[in-house]
């Protein structure tokens, strides 16, 4: 649609009024309109913005401006006169009962000071009540109900119409499929939310991914949009997803009467909550003044990183659903909402070169080395690119203006390079063809996308198998740590895994930071390290695809160790959770020389070998049949130790709240799991003390 000329006059321009402090002029008025179409465009329909969110909203704001001083000369095909463009879809397109309109932006407290001054003047009012909650940072939905079903699902579209993803949000376990609204006499509605992946989940899938060689996600908020238009409904409910639902856009009754908590916006969070679904009823605030929400919403900046999903921000709504509907809305947006934006954390720096690492497993890993920004709260100078086929894909190149990202816990990376910027000296990213380490040939497996060093004496190798196996998770040498295990190697001191069992300590003792006391804890840690429980050890071992809830569940099935020699590929696939790569992993390991060898020096050296939770548990099986999960901080117990307490008297841990769940042990400001248990009347819900009367007894 944009030639390159034009692409390259209008990121200019779009500069230049971002850049100016002055007030639009009446000739510059048509330029500012082209620019934001411009941008919509890239944003909407090529999914590939060329500016911040922030950039844009300022641009809007400067629009929107000038057109409110001068309402004469607003145009019918003004970016202000509507809601958005089409988007690009593959999914059936149905109309919402109600558009789904933007909120507008503010980025001060000057902005917020103004609107509820015009919200008091409207109405003649002395104060407004407000509803503060969380700006959920994913991919926004209407679900529509019927006679207590859920019958439709959609994406937000373009605002009029969205795209048909029932049967993808049926995968979500958080929305109800049947919710009781009959019993707050509604026959019909539609309800507005957010997509989310968490930043727990993100993680563990971008682990998972890591370890199969498979591409990565970006950010979570991207992860939910893609997942919503994913083909399989199956890969959806694999993701993870969540969703909080914040806002009744349309009702229908079965008859005259009007519930109490349909009068409020604060009401309505309720009784979604109520009806079963996560809505911000437990983040919601409600505040008289318009002083006390700046105030929150300046406290809940500070504390955005802690949360366990990301946010971009706080949404303030007039409380009152009466004098909602009396201030009204434009095309564009509601009167009564104002979104309060967080600071941004994108920014721009320049791609000046790429190192290439080598993981515990063999996997090279490119690294962007750009020049240092400041994003989120963190000086970021290093950016994983994940793999060969993401350079490829986002077409890098050394010397790149590029965008960067960071959001909230998850590690920064590169959204795209701005090619318009470009200058024609720009490098291309050479991936290598042998080890930056040991030189050998690097090899990649086919379906995936990440290239491999398969010499395992490569010394990158086996520095990262030893600060793996240390590792907290692991075996658990706390004194040890990736610093201690670096210097050590480089001193000689320490050649492989086993060695870490032979050190000697009076060369240790020469060394500077490390006395007496240093050196006898280190020992004790080491000692201690070889009563560690089967599947730490299988863990720490690190097989390839082989993690701690896999490690776990080779451990249950073995009384020794030695005994997975015998497993032939297709015994371990019977094994639960234990698929084609990972049995193939486990079985080459086991029938490696080299494998055998670093085994029999570590049972040597008095590991343990033996499954002594499994004896235990033959000894005790008082919690045989019954299944666990913790929540919340315990006081008197580690968590690990008590899920070890558990298991070792035949009892089990789930990862998640479900039927299949007997207790629920909350500790200290249990969240999220403990409102679902709630909800669940075949879940019992104890305390950290009734757990220990259950276990001792």
């Known amino acids: 649609m944009y030639s390159l000329e034009q692409t390259q006059l209008l990121t200019q321009q779009s ?25 919509e465009y890239r944003y909407y329909v090529l999914d590939n913005p060329l500016i911040t969110d922030t950039e844009y909203d300022t641009l809007y704001k400067k629009l929107e401006k000038f057109e409110a001083e001068n309402p004469s000369l607003v145009t019918p095909d003004s970016p202000t006169q509507r809601v958005g463009q089409n988007l690009t879809n593959n999914f059936a397109t149905v109309p919402h009962l109600v558009p789904m309109l933007s909120l507008e932006n503010s ?6 000071v103004d609107w509820d001054r015009k919200n008091k003047e409207a109405e003649n009012l002395s104060h407004v009540e407000y509803c503060v909650e969380p700006k959920f940072d994913g991919a926004s939905i209407s679900l529509l109900y019927e006679n207590d079903l859920l019958v439709r699902a959609l994406t937000r579209g373009d605002g009029i119409e969205g795209e048909d993803i029932t049967t993808n949000i049926k995968q979500i376990r958080s929305i109800p499929l049947m919710a009781r609204f009959s019993a707050y006499n509604i026959q019909q509605i539609e309800i507005r939310g957010e997509v989310l992946m968490s930043k727990k989940s993100f993680k563990e899938f971008n682990d998972k991914q890591a370890e199969q060689g498979l591409q990565i996600l970006a950010n979570p908020r991207n992860a939910a949009s893609g997942s919503l238009r994913m083909k399989s409904p199956k890969a959806v409910a694999e993701r993870g997803l969540e969703a909080f639902l914040y806002h009744i856009a349309y009702v229908v009754y079965n008859n005259d009467e009007v519930p109490e908590l349909m009068r409020t916006h604060s009401g309505n969070l309720e009784l979604l909550w109520l009806c079963g679904f996560r809505s911000p009823q437990k983040e919601k605030k409600v505040y008289q003044s318009i002083e006390e929400v700046i105030a929150h919403v300046n406290d809940y900046e500070q504390l955005r990183d802690t949360l366990p999903y990301e946010i971009d921000g706080m949404v303030i709504k007039v409380n009152s659903l009466a004098l909602q509907e009396q201030l009204g809305m434009t095309s564009h947006h509601p009167r009564w909402a104002m979104a309060y934006k967080f600071k941004a954390r994108q920014a721009t720096s320049i791609l000046r070169s790429v190192e290439f690492q080598v993981g515990r497993t063999g996997t090279i890993t490119p690294v962007a080395k750009i020049d240092a920004v400041f994003i989120g709260g963190v000086t970021v100078s290093s950016v994983s690119l994940f793999n060969e086929d993401i350079i490829r894909e986002k077409d890098l190149r050394i010397g790149d203006t590029v965008l960067v990202e960071r959001a909230g816990d998850v590690i920064p990376y590169i959204v795209k390079p701005l090619e318009e910027l470009r200058k024609g000296n720009e490098e291309p990213i050479i991936f290598p063809k042998h080890c930056p380490v040991c030189d050998s040939a690097l090899h990649k497996p086919e379906g995936e996308s990440a290239w491999r060093c398969i010499n395992p004496n490569c010394e990158a190798q086996v520095v990262e198998r030893m600060i793996h196996f240390v590792s907290k998770d692991a075996m658990d040498i706390r004194s040890f740590g990736e610093a201690n295990v670096r210097k050590f190697y480089q001193l000689k001191l320490l ?17 500077e930071g490390f006395g007496k006391k240093s050196i006898d804890n280190l020992k004790a840690a080491i000692e201690a390290s070889k009563q560690q429980s089967l599947n730490r050890l299988i863990f720490a071992l690190g097989i390839r695809y082989i993690g701690e809830t896999t490690a776990k569940t080779l451990a249950n099935k073995i009384s020794n160790l030695w005994e997975l020699k015998n497993f032939s590929i297709e015994e371990l696939m019977n094994l639960e959770d234990v698929g084609p790569k990972v049995a193939a992993s486990v079985y080459d390991f086991f029938q490696s020389e080299e494998s055998i060898e670093l085994l029999k020096k570590l049972e040597e050296a008095g590991l343990n070998f033996n499954n002594q939770k499994s004896s235990n548990a033959n000894a005790d099986g008082s919690l045989q049949g019954l299944t666990f999960l913790f929540t919340g901080t315990l006081s008197q117990l580690k968590r690990s130790d008590a899920e070890a307490m558990v298991e070792a008297k035949g009892g089990k841990i789930l990862s998640g709240v479900s039927s299949k769940l007997n207790y629920l042990v909350a500790g200290e400001e249990a969240g999220s799991k403990l409102e679902k248990a709630k909800k669940l009347n075949t879940v019992k819900i104890i305390s950290e003390e009734e757990f220990l009367k259950i276990v001792n007894e």
Do not use: C, G, M, T
């Not at 500069?15 to 620019?35: D, G």
């Not at 980025?107 to 917020?112: Q, V």
């Open 495 to 511: 050649k492989d895994i086993p060695a870490i069992y032979q050190l000697d300590f009076d060369e240790i003792a020469k060394l």
């Open 107 to 112: 980025y001060n407290a000057d902005d917020l």
């Open 15 to 39: 500069q230049q009024f971002l850049q100016s402090k002055e007030a639009v002029k009446v000739n510059e008025i048509e330029a500012l309109r082209n620019v934001l179409r411009f941008h």
